[in-house]
């Protein structure tokens, strides 16, 4: 998978989505989410997206992400408390020891601080020039995690993508919704 290609997948349940419990989850899947929150809305209309998050699923322990108190890993239900859409995404060739192998060094990274510049910088065309540092945001830890177990989602640098790129990354297949209620999607989502 070279390459980031925007294409139509349900990010709207509306248009051909599914609900999945979190029995429908496997080692590593990839969930992509919004909120109502001010943070989720300035980061959607700076990427032009409807999501504004990426985290990983590690089973039993819940999600590892980055979040604004950095790297951590939260039950799933905490992760999506505040979440009016959450989707899954799954690279077909990762199974649940390829999984596992992801997650293990995402956790590596458990504790290290959140990186706003980071964040804003992954948005910007110069993306290559803001050096990785010290810290991670959201997207970048999802692409790292899996580009060091060996499987890299794409040829950018980790620092390049935003969830709105993750949702269009060649091969990555739509699993379905946790949540995604249309009446409840943000307002400020372009």
Known sequence: MDHVIPRTIPLDPGRGGRSIGIDALALADIIVSTTTATVSG?????????????????????????????????????????DVLAVVYRDPDV??????????????????????????????????LNSRGSGFFCSQLVIQAYSEAGVPLTSLASQCITPHDIVGIVGLQYVGHLKGEISRFPVLSP
């Open 95 to 128: 199974d649940a020891s390829t999984g596992q192998v992801i997650l293990n060094y995402a956790s590596r990274y458990l504790g290290q601080p959140y990186s706003v510049r980071g964040a804003i910088g992954s948005a910007l065309i110069p993306c290559r």
């Open 42 to 82: 300035v980061i959607r209309v700076g990427t032009s997206s409807e999501v504004s998050h990426a985290a990983l699923y590690a089973g039993d322990p819940g999600v590892i992400e980055a979040i604004g108190s950095g790297v951590v890993i939260r039950p799933l239900s905490i992760a999506l408390a505040d």
